[in-house]
């Protein structure tokens, strides 16, 4: 299933580097489509940082057309206590938590490496038509009939 193989690539970039404490995959509108944290202290709300992290990458991606300066690799927003990575990947945002100990290079390394994987895994899944077990639901029927 898509789901479980979204949280084994977000897991194998949290494994990657130790100072990595959460990773979010969300969709080009925000919404959270997986995530995976090693911080399991304080309560935090993921679907924010994925629908502002999704918002700051748009808007830094727009100010880089205007100025007509390429595509842009990646968004770094540094912190007192942590920095956030976000790097698209096909219809989605990988976005990558840390602290500030962590080492910068492997976070780049570890996006780009799963980059391309979560991109190929994520344009099927939302391509995917929904399941139907019997072919038509009530609803396509009667659309069907109008």
Same mark, same amino acid.
């Given at each position: 299933?898509?789901?479980?193989?979204?949280?084994? *690539? !977000?897991?194998?970039?949290?494994?990657g580097?130790?100072?990595? +404490?959460?990773v979010?995959?969300?969709d080009?509108?925000?919404l959270? *489509?997986?995530?995976?944290?090693?911080?399991?202290?304080?309560p935090?709300?993921?679907?924010?940082?994925?629908?502002?992290?999704?918002?700051?990458?748009?808007?830094?991606?727009?100010?880089? +057309?205007?100025l007509? *300066?390429g595509?842009l690799d990646?968004?770094?927003?540094?912190?007192e206590?942590?920095?956030?990575?976000a790097? $698209?990947?096909g219809?989605?945002?990988?976005t990558?938590?840390?602290?500030?100990?962590?080492?910068?290079?492997?976070?780049r390394? !570890?996006?780009? +490496?799963t980059?391309?994987?979560? +991109?190929?895994? !994520?344009d099927?899944? !939302?391509?995917?038509k929904?399941? $139907?077990?019997?072919?038509e639901?009530?609803?396509?029927?009667f659309l069907?009939?109008?």
């Open positions: 299933m898509a789901e479980d193989m979204f949280e084994r *690539i !977000l897991s194998d970039i949290i494994k580097e130790s100072g990595i +404490k959460k979010i995959l969300v080009r509108s925000g959270t *489509i997986s995530h995976v944290s090693r911080d399991v202290g304080s935090v709300d993921i679907e924010s940082i994925g629908a502002i992290a999704s918002a700051v990458f748009g808007a830094s991606e727009e100010q880089g +057309k205007n007509r *300066i595509k990646l968004v770094t927003s540094e912190f206590n942590g920095k956030i990575f790097a $698209s990947c219809q989605g945002i990988l990558v938590v840390t602290d500030n100990n962590v080492n910068i290079g492997m976070v390394y !570890l996006m780009q +490496k980059s391309e994987k979560l +991109k190929k895994v !994520l099927e899944f !939302l391509s995917a929904p399941y $139907s077990p019997e072919g639901d009530e609803f396509s029927k069907g009939e109008m």
